[in-house]
């Protein structure tokens, strides 16, 4: 895999934490995801494909409408783009059955995509939910 090809995939992730989560455009999901795509350990009662980002994405931009994720790290290697991210926002609408509590909150996580003829295909990831949990006031005890 040449650098042009890693450097371009590093670009479409880029894209699309910028453009589908930051900016909420929703309609370039079918564009960047694969008709395939796969969202490894997706969390529970989350839709297959493009559909469960939507969720997610609507999901995290109602309860943080200032929702930011940058992208603070970022390797490639062959098809695949690993990516250290940390994510802020105001916690201004209920998540996971919490309501708002007007917290600033910031979450950090990593996460691994792979890319095939330019669409991502698969995605894992792991953010720091008990961090968050953490931020919000809410302990594991009373979860």
Known sequence: MTTHNTDRN???????????FNQGQLDLLDEILSPSYVYHEAPPDILPGAEGIRQVVSIFRA?????????DDQLADGDK????????????????GIPATGKAVTMTGLTVVRIVD?????????????GLMNQLGVSSASR
């Open 63 to 71: 309860a943080f409408p200032d929702l930011e994720i940058t992208i």
């Open 118 to 130: 330019g669409r991502i295909t698969e995605s894992w990831v792991k953010n720091d939910v008990m």
């Open 10 to 20: 590093k670009a479409i992730y880029q894209r699309y934490i910028q453009q589908v």
């Open 81 to 96: 783009v690993c990516s250290r991210a940390t994510t802020r926002g105001t916690h201004q609408g209920e998540i996971f």
